[in-house]
């Protein structure tokens, strides 16, 4: 079983900056890409950015510039550092991480329960 934890979300003004973490545990042979999805009240869930085992991101246009994503592979975290908050990224953001349990299988997508940011002044 695998299982992933975010934490960080918060209410924050506008303009401030804050770091969401998710950690991937359990049976865990080895991890491809991790990333963070976003779902705002009333909206379709939007990538946030993703990161692959080497190192490799991708942002949506919305938050480039603004948001930097890491992972710590001896940890089986990723980070999403998020500076400048704007209202519109008021969401519940969601963890991802496509994960292989042992060295035969393709992988699977897991996923978080999500971490609640809001930003209000």
């Known amino acids: 079983q695998v299982q992933l934890v975010e934490s960080g979300g918060d209410l924050v003004q506008p303009g401030r900056s804050l770091r969401l973490s998710c950690e991937a545990s359990g049976s865990i042979y080895s991890i491809d890409r991790m990333g963070w999805f976003r779902q705002a009240a009333g909206k379709e869930r939007e990538l946030v950015a993703s990161i692959g085992s080497s190192g490799i991101t991708g942002f949506a246009d919305s938050v480039k510039g603004r948001f930097t994503i890491s992972r710590d592979n001896t940890k089986n975290t990723v980070y999403l550092q998020m500076n400048g908050l704007k209202r519109e990224d008021t969401a519940m953001y969601l963890c991802?991480?496509?994960?292989?349990?042992?060295?035969?299988?393709?992988?699977?997508?897991?996923w978080g329960k999500g971490t609640l940011v809001t930003v209000s002044s």
């Open positions: 991802y991480a496509h994960i292989r349990t042992t060295i035969w299988e393709s992988g699977t997508t897991y």
